[in-house]
Nanobody, 121 residues
Framework: QVQVVESGGGLVQPGGSLRLSCTASGNIHSIYGMGWYYQVPGKQRELVARFTSLGSPIYADAVKGRFVISRDSAKNEVYLQMNNLKPEDTAVYYC???????????????WGKGTVVTVSS
């Protein structure tokens, strides 16, 4: 069993900051890409920021210069520091991890249940 759990969402005023955390745990052999996506009602889930399997960070254009992704590979954790938040950043934020589970033959996508970020005055 592999679990991916997010934390850190909440209500923040425009211009404020939040830090999201994500932890992958369980029967993990190795983790490749790991990152964050967001989704608003009626729309598809979209990339916010992630580390590729080669370890390079990539960002959606809408968050470049405001959000910073980081990771602690020893802890199987990834973080998203969100600064200068805007109302349009309001969404459910999901953590994604590309994991080979112990005893599993291949790479699989694992998703957390999401954490809600609301940017409003």
């Amino acid at each position: 069993q592999v679990q991916v759990v997010e934390s850190g969402g909440g209500l923040v005023q425009p211009g404020g900051s939040l830090r999201l955390s994500c932890t992958a745990s369980g029967n993990i052999h190795s983790i490749y890409g790991m990152g964050w996506y967001y989704q608003v009602p009626g729309k598809q889930r979209e990339l916010v920021a992630r580390f590729t399997s080669l370890g390079s960070p990539i960002y959606a254009d809408a968050v470049k210069g405001r959000f910073v992704i980081s990771r602690d590979s020893a802890k199987n954790e990834v973080y998203l520091q969100m600064n200068n938040l805007k109302p349009e950043d309001t969404a459910v934020y999901y953590c994604n991890a590309e994991i080979i589970a112990t005893g599993s033959p291949g790479l699989m996508d694992y998703w957390g249940k999401g954490t809600v970020v609301t940017v409003s005055s």
